[in-house]
């Protein structure tokens, strides 16, 4: 999704439309998913809670998500909206899902053992994204090989594989994690409505007397605005800028094996380290390589910045959700993780936003990508105040 929808909405569906119109209706897309499940998700968590449906939710937008996934591989050249809706649709629900999966995350690992859980999660996920991945490229470059007709066909016969693979693998998750006991609320869905922004606003109270929290959550948002915006616009910017289709695709490829086992790595660095200092590292070194990709112009400039992201980008998303975990309550991680995703999903709409204005006004892609670099340094020089939580031994 992350390669062959940027590629395939600009040469496809977009197919003769300037590179800067199709860099803006991408970024605006990215925006608007995001912006729908930045409003639904605090409310959503909070039900969750109330009702015990962490894992029902999950698989509900699971389910949407795979759908929205395999319409993708039959809509007809030219129709951009239509590849925009539904890829609008896609990335709403996995949002939506990945509130609810990490909203499990307390209830399956504790104190020390978070970190692990979670880093462990991110790598497992850059391995199987990578995995499927390489088949897709292989398709794509090979479609004889495998039965295809051409390599348009490849990439659509993909998206219908991506929700194929998001259903299967969510299998386990259903089967094997256990929906967390909690006091069901009596309510019916309105007065369940109610309660639910009755809590959220008690939540949000909190949260402004809680200082520590509040400094973490207003970092987070700023430095994972850069870090979603670079997974999000990365592909999309080596086309702007001149690099051929194979080039990103060996990018990513080198981008989600090296993420496999650095994001694993990164948890047992903080057996010594704590949590902190090593997401610390992860935005200097995202900083320096915004700054490396405005004077990139070979494709070796990109592998070289795609082994670096690779080497960090499990890490940072893998120890902000897992420091965040540690620093909230179980019984309330729906409502807390929904916050912590509408922080994210709000970054997820300023990030590509400030790009696609920065393009559309300066004509450049390389000045709109230079803007992330002031998102790494304020939120980096605020998480260096944030107290960390304690580490229990559990």
Known sequence: ?????????????????????????????????????????????????????KKLFCMIFTVVGVLACAVMGFIPMGDWLAAMVAYGIAMAAFNAASVFYDSLLPYVAQGRT????????????????????????LMYL??????????????????????????????????????????????NFWGLTRES??????????????????????AYWLYIDGVYTVMTMAVDYGISIGLESKDLIVAVLITQFIGF?????????????????????????????????????QAWHFYLLATVIGMVQGGVQSLSRSMFGRMIKPEESGEYFGLFNLVGRFASILGPLV???GVTVTGNSR??????????????????????PARENA
Not at 120 to 135: D, I, K, N, R
Not at 153 to 177: D, G, R
């Open 197 to 218: 922004i009755k809590t959220l606003r008690r939540t949000l109270k909190a949260l402004l007397l809680e200082k520590n929290l509040l400094i973490f959550m207003v």
């Open 355 to 357: 790009v696609a204005v």
């Open 114 to 137: 978070m970190d692990y859980a979670s880093s462990l999660g991110y790598a497992m996920g850059y391995l199987g994204g990578g995995v499927l991945f390489l088949v897709n490229v």
């Open 261 to 297: 086992p650095c994001a694993y790595f990164f948890g047992t660095f903080t057996r010594r380290w704590g949590t902190k200092a090593p997401i610390m590292v992860c935005i200097a070194i995202y900083a320096i390589t915004v700054i490396g990709a405005t004077w990139m112009s």
């Open 142 to 187: 090979f479609p004889a090989t495998f039965g295809i007709s051409d390599g348009v066909a490849a990439v659509k016969i993909s998206f219908v594989t991506v929700a194929i693979w998001w259903l299967v693998f969510s299998i386990p998750l259903a089967k094997n994690v256990p929906e967390p006991h909690i006091q069901v609320s009596k309510h």
């Open 367 to 388: 000045m709109g990508m230079m803007g992330l670099l002031v998102l790494f340094v304020l939120g980096g020089g605020l998480l260096a105040l944030v107290r960390e």
């Open 1 to 53: 999704m992350a390669v062959f929808f940027p590629i395939f909405f600009k040469s496809y569906w977009s197919q003769g439309a300037d590179a800067v119109v199709t860099t803006a209706r991408l970024g605006t897309a990215i925006s608007i998913s995001s912006l729908a499940i930045a409003l639904l998700s605090p409310t959503l968590g909070v039900m969750a809670d109330l009702k015990g449906f």
